[in-house]
């Protein structure tokens, strides 16, 4: 599998994210801590193994700081030619796997982890954490958590198990194994301690015990034998009779329960048919008013729909509002023309100089003056003088009366127009009327109210409707009506004469339910004084009862021994077979352990330089050793220096991919595992991982510059990331 390209919302630190992944070797560094390496890594394990249905609490723990959504990813990748898409919505607990060649998708999380498993080699988080995904604070641990150190050794050893028996056995030597440590715990249960539930050792022990005391009770029994003759012979005419007369009551019991049973399925069909009957009567009620406000709507004619009447009443509205700013402002152009009419008629004065005669009157005065001069110079003077004066009010006055003459052609012009507008607009109206097929604007008011009057009519209904049906249809509930219907007629049927005929009352049905009880009781009774005495009796066959009763007990002591001695017999079995199967199963796990230790040495060797290239495995479980040069010995990694333990556990954790996943070739997501290593070793790691790139695909996480080099591909974490 190689991993493409990964989308991550409200992840932890990283709000919208996404990368590019190549073949190869990939580079996802940061300059600081805290950029979102390790967020990445999470999302890319969250995004192939996590359920987003899940409600684990440390899921919560993935949400961006302050979101009140939870996180998303977007995971696209390649297995053998083939593209994939998977997208989880841990908000919504929805997830998909979309095979991008052949359009096929899988929107379940079981067949989702399913699939994943034959494409990865694993469903398991943990066993992919532990092998492929190696991080810095976790290196030198096949488990972080010690809790879970066990099991993880347990999946480790069966998964190599499985590679040893190439995966072809149905059930694995290790679950043997377990089932009889299981069976073996569970038949010595109770020998040690008590137990609520015992195991058949300590079970038989109890009934030997018991057997002998049985045993030692015979003589004490002897004195009853010939009373419990006696007595039997009572008991058994009374339990006949008292038997006779409970059979038939417990019949007539048996009957008025069946009848009380019926008739109570009967009632409750009644009551829901009578509903549903009442339902469908109201839904009628309801529907033929509903179409009584529908042929209402369509009667009104001219007006179609809500929209097309509120249009109408919007553009009557503006009319109206037009026409009376129109006529206020009418109003106050002819009260100005007026005005302006009276102002012109008072002037006279200013009339008759403005006219034509005021201007000859000037000009014949002022040539007067003129002409005069020659006469009389004083007196012509003077006159010169008033027939210039008279002159330039003459023409001043001319002036104003213009003016006043201009603006009240102005009004009269103004008013004119909005007299033809107030006949455009009443034809406008009109012809709107027209379309509402209505005359005035009065009868289209109250063909409007008369609509909007049905319109709620007919929304209530439908709402009342809605409400009643709550999401089925009338031929639904027609359907269950006819189907109640049938229910009862068959419990009607069920309902025979000869149960009708049993009828009791109430109080009679109590009775007869205490008499039955009460035979019952005395029966019981009876029974168990019949056993015993028919028990007590059979030990007396023959005058020496104790003599045969101690034989039977004996033989019965006997049986029980030997049962004990099978049951021990057949402990030591399991334990031994246990023991050989632990055995053949060490046997059989070397060649996986030879491998493993062959893989593990070819990977330290090149990590360490060659310093370090044999490994010793113990058979019974995962305990390593190290051949030391130096020391001469084998050694414990954990007692090696801190460089040489992380080398080795990494090289452990590639021979498990090696061996585990085999030819899946699942990513490997190292977070900085290489910080105690050394220049040199680390060079040659480096070199050697180059090289398994090309099987494997591997994405560095770290804040060096280090793997630079190596790198098909470098992801920077920075500024241009959205990071919360």
């Known amino acids: 599998m190689r991993l493409e390209k990964i989308e991550l919302k409200n992840f932890k630190r990283l709000v919208d994210f996404q990368a590019q992944f190549s073949p190869g070797i990939n580079v996802v560094k940061g300059p600081l801590n805290e950029m979102g390496k390790s967020t990445l890594l999470e999302g890319i394990i969250a995004a192939l193994f996590h359920n987003p249905k899940s409600t684990a609490r440390w899921l919560k723990d993935y949400v961006s700081w302050g979101s009140t959504r939870q996180c998303g990813t977007r995971l696209e990748f390649v297995n053998e030619d083939n593209k994939y898409l998977l997208e989880k919505d841990f908000d919504k607990g929805t997830a998909r796997l979309i095979n991008c060649g052949t359009g096929e998708e899988i929107d379940s999380f ?14 398991s988080d943990r066993l992919f954490s532990c092998t492929s995904c190696i991080r810095q604070t976790q290196v030198r641990a096949i488990s972080p958590d010690t809790k879970d150190k066990k099991q993880i050794e347990r999946e480790i050893s069966d998964r190599l198990e499985e590679v040893v028996t190439g995966g072809e056995e149905s059930v694995l030597a290790s679950q043997v194994i377990q089932k009889l440590d299981s069976k073996i ?10 137990a609520k539930i015992k195991g058949t050792l300590a079970s038989l022990k109890e009934q030997q015990d018991e057997c002998l005391r049985r045993y030692n009770d015979v003589t004490s029994e002897v004195s009853k034998v010939e009373a419990q003759k006696i007595e039997l012979v009572a008991v058994n005419k009374q339990f006949a009779e008292i038997k006779e007369e409970h059979e ?8 008025n329960r069946r009848r009380r049973e019926i008739e109570a399925s009967i009632r409750d069909l009644e009551e829901k048919y009578d509903e549903l009957d009442k339902l469908l009567g109201e839904t009628n009620k309801l529907m033929t008013k509903l179409e009584q406000a529908k042929k209402a709507l369509k009667s009104i004619e001219g007006f ?32 100005e023309v007026t005005e302006a009419k009276e102002k012109l008629d ?22 007067g003056g003129i002409t005069g001069a020659l006469v009389g110079y004083l007196y012509l003077v003077a006159l010169i003088i008033l027939g210039a004066l008279l002159l330039a009010l003459t023409m001043r006055a001319r002036t104003a009366l213009v003016r006043d003459k201009t603006n009240i052609s102005n009004l009269e012009g103004r008013i004119g127009q909005m007299i033809e507008a107030l006949s455009k607009l009443g034809q406008e109206e ?59 007629a068959v419990k009607r049927a069920e309902l025979t004469e000869d149960l009708i005929g049993t009828r009791l009352s109430p109080e009679e049905f109590i009775e007869l339910e205490r008499k039955v009880q009460s035979l019952e009781t005395n029966l019981s009774s009876l029974e168990s004084r019949k056993k015993y005495g028919e028990a007590v009796i059979e030990l007396a066959k023959e005058k020496e009862i104790d003599a045969e009763k101690q034989t039977r007990l004996e033989e019965e002591l006997e049986n029980l021994r030997a049962a004990l001695k099978q049951e021990e017999r057949k402990i030591k079995i399991y334990e031994l077979t246990r023991e050989f199967i632990s055995r053949a199963r060490a046997e ?10 062959k893989e593990i040495q070819r990977y330290l060797a090149v990590f360490t330089g060659g310093k370090y290239k044999q490994v010793r495995i113990n058979k019974e479980g995962l305990e390593f050793w190290v051949y030391s040069d130096e020391k001469g010995d084998w050694a414990k990694p954990e007692e090696l220096s801190g460089g040489v333990i992380d080398e080795f556990y990494l090289a452990f954790r590639l021979a498990l991919v090696k061996l585990i996943f085999g030819d899946k070739k699942p990513p490997l997501l190292l977070d900085d595992p290489f910080v105690n290593f050394d220049r040199l070793r680390l060079s040659n790691t480096l070199s050697f991982l180059k090289t398994l790139a090309a099987d494997y695909q591997i994405i560095i996480f770290t804040l060096s510059d280090l793997y630079d080099k190596v790198a098909d591909n470098i992801i920077l974490l920075g500024e241009k990331e959205r990071l919360s």
């Open 304 to 335: 179609e729909n809500e929209t097309q009447v509120s249009e109408f009443r919007n553009r009557l509205d503006a009319i109206r509002n037009k026409r009376a700013d129109i006529e206020k402002d009418l109003t106050m152009r002819e009260k």
């Open 588 to 597: 059989v796990f070397l060649p996986a352990n030879e491998a493993l230790e």
């Open 430 to 488: 009109q012809e709107l009327l027209a379309k509402a097929k209505c005359s005035v604007v009065a009868e289209f008011d109250k063909k409007e109210r008369d609509f909007k009057s049905w319109l709620n009519e007919k929304k209530s209904l439908e709402d009342k409707l809605t409400g009643m049906l709550r999401g089925r249809t009338v031929e639904e509930l027609e359907n269950k009506r006819r189907e109640i219907a049938r229910n009862l």
């Open 248 to 255: 038939k009551l417990r019949a007539l019991l048996d009957k």
């Open 185 to 194: 715990s569970e038949m010595k249960k109770g020998l040690d301690r008590p």
């Open 346 to 367: 008072r002037g006279k004065s200013v009339k008759f100089l403005g006219s034509g005669r005021g201007i000859v009157t000037s000009i014949v005065i002022l040539t």
């Open 110 to 123: 079981k067949e989702i982890s399913e699939e994943v498993a034959k494409l990865l080699g694993t469903n």
